[in-house]
């Protein structure tokens, strides 16, 4: 059952969810967006038109996104007032409409946050950042085959060293943990400064959980476990070996343990797990990207993962994101606000677009999202591109950004 949204001025239905928290998406749904600060309104703008090009193209006008604006960063202050740059209002709508897309927010310097997108992540317990890194024909990149590298990382987002619980050196509560720690026969230095690295079962689950049914329902061969347990044996030792476990409880059937295939298991149909040590995974996707697939990671790893994954196909102006729980996706362009580029229709759009066609994805609109995809290769090798690619590519003169989505539109 679908319900219709009720608002005067507002048309267009709410998503619904089944029983596995897929969602069930109508022909018309209604999607929030926040265009974001600084670059936010010109990549927001080229990628609306081409979404919505997309959409109508692959279903002769059946199915249309009923967009629908939401206020977060500067424009949220200027309605809501300076300390409000993360209205209750806003986050209510994003839960309730469970899908929404987002260009980039200036962190607010001093008092309030820390950083608005962090602020999203954890309020709606948005517990995994989920970052496809593939590489696009034409894009520029520093290795020499990275037509290779076509891996989806899911990096745990709320807990780790990300978790915000730092103290600062010589403060009463680092004085007092410090304390503490002695207590238990551990010796830190006097006065240093205290960072806590919580790591749970539940938070490690949730997140393997999501990547391994990702795999699942997205035919690929593999899911990679990436800690440093050698090291920290109870963080993110205990991250691999919940992921294990879980793995076999849950998707006996679907999956075989690298350690299994080595017992005389074969792999054929099914998914292999497997982990690696995140030195040396920093290696294996320079030297071996071929062999790696879908890699689910504790928060700081993934941090790292993914930047560097997103440099070796060409950078983050290219690299699409979602920050995502069972129940809400919120999809966003990767790099930030670019402040000194701000209203100039200049920059490269393919970030926040790119996030669209994974939106696409999760809504099961494959056909759009093929569509954008290729329109875009295509835009691409045709040398249609911003100034962030044309500086790369010899005698290529840059084109607006506006212009590159006019462009991706004539070649859907
Ligand atoms: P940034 O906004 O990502 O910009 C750094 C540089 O990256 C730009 O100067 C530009 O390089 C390039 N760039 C970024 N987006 C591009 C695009 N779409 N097309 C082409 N080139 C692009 O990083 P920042 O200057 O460190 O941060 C500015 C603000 O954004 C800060 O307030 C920061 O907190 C915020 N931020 C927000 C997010 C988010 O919302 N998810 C993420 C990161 C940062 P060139 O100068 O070489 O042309």
């Given at each position: 059952?679908?319900?219709?949204?009720?608002?005067?001025?507002?048309?267009?239905?709410?998503?619904?969810?089944?029983?596995?928290?897929?969602?069930?998406?109508?022909?018309?749904?209604?999607?929030?967006?926040i265009e974001?600060?600084?670059?936010?309104?010109?990549?927001?703008?080229?990628?609306?038109?081409?979404?919505?090009?997309?959409?109508?193209?692959?279903?002769?006008?059946?199915?249309?996104?009923?967009?629908?604006e939401v206020l977060v960063g500067?424009k949220a202050q200027t309605v809501y007032?300076?300390?409000?740059p993360?209205p209750?209002e806003s986050?209510?709508?994003?839960?309730?409409?469970?899908?929404?897309?987002?260009?980039?927010?200036?962190?607010?310097?001093?008092?309030?946050?820390?950083?608005?997108?962090?602020?999203?992540?954890?309020?709606?317990?948005?517990?995994?950042?989920?970052?496809?890194?593939?590489?696009?024909?034409?894009?520029?990149?520093?290795?020499?085959?990275?037509?290779?590298?076509?891996?989806?990382?899911?990096?745990?987002?709320?807990?780790?060293?990300?978790?915000?619980?730092?103290?600062?050196?010589?403060?009463?509560?680092?004085?007092?943990?410090?304390?503490?720690?002695?207590?238990?026969?551990?010796?830190?230095?006097?006065?240093?400064?205290?960072?806590?690295?919580?790591?749970?079962?539940?938070?490690?689950?949730?997140?393997?959980?999501?990547?391994?049914?990702?795999?699942?329902?997205?035919?690929?061969?593999?899911?990679?476990?990436?800690?440093?347990?050698?090291?920290?044996?109870?963080?993110?030792?205990?991250?691999?070996?919940?992921?294990?476990?879980?793995?076999?409880?849950?998707?006996?059937?679907?999956?075989?343990?690298?350690?299994?295939?080595?017992?005389?298991?074969?792999?054929?149909?099914?998914?292999?797990?497997?982990?690696?040590?995140?030195?040396?995974?920093?290696?294996?996707?320079?030297?071996?990207?071929?062999?790696?697939?879908?890699?689910?990671?504790?928060?700081?790893?993934?941090?790292?993962?993914?930047?560097?994954?997103?440099?070796?196909?060409?950078?983050?102006?290219?690299?699409?994101?979602?920050?995502?729980?069972?129940?809400?996706?919120?999809?966003?362009?990767?790099?930030?606000?670019?402040?000194?580029?701000?209203?100039?229709?200049?920059?490269?759009?393919?970030?926040?677009?790119?996030?669209?066609?994974?939106?696409?994805?999760?809504?099961?609109?494959?056909?759009?999202?093929?569509?954008?995809?290729?329109?875009?290769?295509?835009?691409?090798?045709?040398?249609?591109?911003?100034?962030?690619?044309?500086?790369?590519?010899?005698?290529?003169?840059?084109?607006?950004?506006?212009?590159?989505?006019?462009?991706?539109?004539?070649?859907?």
């Open positions: 059952m679908i319900a219709m949204v009720e608002s005067a001025e507002q048309e267009g239905e709410i998503l619904k969810w089944d029983a596995e928290d897929r969602p069930l998406v109508p022909d018309t749904p209604v999607i929030p967006y974001g600060d600084g670059i936010g309104p010109d990549i927001w703008a080229a990628t609306r038109d081409v979404l919505d090009a997309a959409v109508a193209a692959a279903y002769s006008g059946r199915k249309r996104i009923v967009w629908r500067k007032g300076e300390d409000h993360l209750r986050l209510d709508t994003i839960r309730t409409y469970g899908i929404a897309i987002k260009g980039p927010l200036t962190t607010p310097v001093g008092g309030g946050f820390r950083s608005l997108n962090v602020a999203l992540r954890q309020v709606l317990d948005l517990y995994a950042c989920v970052r496809p890194v593939r590489h696009m024909p034409g894009v520029p990149s520093p290795v020499v085959h990275p037509e290779q590298v076509d891996v989806v990382i899911f990096r745990e987002n709320t807990e780790d060293v990300y978790a915000g619980i730092e103290f600062e050196a010589g403060s009463e509560e680092s004085d007092k943990i410090i304390e503490l720690l002695k207590s238990f026969g551990k010796n830190p230095r006097e006065k240093s400064a205290i960072g806590i690295k919580p790591i749970s079962e539940v938070g490690s689950k949730r997140l393997v959980r999501m990547a391994i049914r990702y795999a699942i329902e997205n035919n690929r061969k593999s899911v990679t476990l990436v800690h440093k347990g050698n090291i920290m044996k109870f963080t993110e030792g205990y991250f691999k070996s919940w992921g294990y476990e879980l793995a076999k409880e849950e998707f006996r059937d679907y999956i075989v343990t690298e350690e299994e295939t080595w017992e005389g298991d074969s792999a054929e149909g099914k998914i292999l797990i497997n982990d690696r040590i995140a030195d040396s995974m920093f290696q294996q996707i320079l030297l071996r990207p071929d062999e790696y697939d879908v890699i689910a990671t504790p928060n700081l790893n993934g941090d790292y993962l993914s930047d560097a994954g997103a440099a070796q196909v060409g950078g983050l102006g290219l690299a699409p994101g979602a920050n995502v729980r069972d129940d809400v996706a919120l999809f966003e362009a990767t790099h930030g606000t670019a402040p000194k580029y701000a209203g100039q229709d200049k920059v490269n759009p393919s970030s926040v677009l790119l996030s669209g066609v994974m939106m696409l994805e999760h809504m099961k609109w494959k056909e759009a999202a093929e569509l954008v995809t290729h329109a875009l290769e295509k835009t691409i090798l045709q040398k249609k591109v911003t100034y962030d690619l044309a500086r790369q590519l010899d005698g290529v003169d840059p084109v607006k950004a506006s212009e590159f989505g006019d462009a991706i539109i004539s070649n859907l």
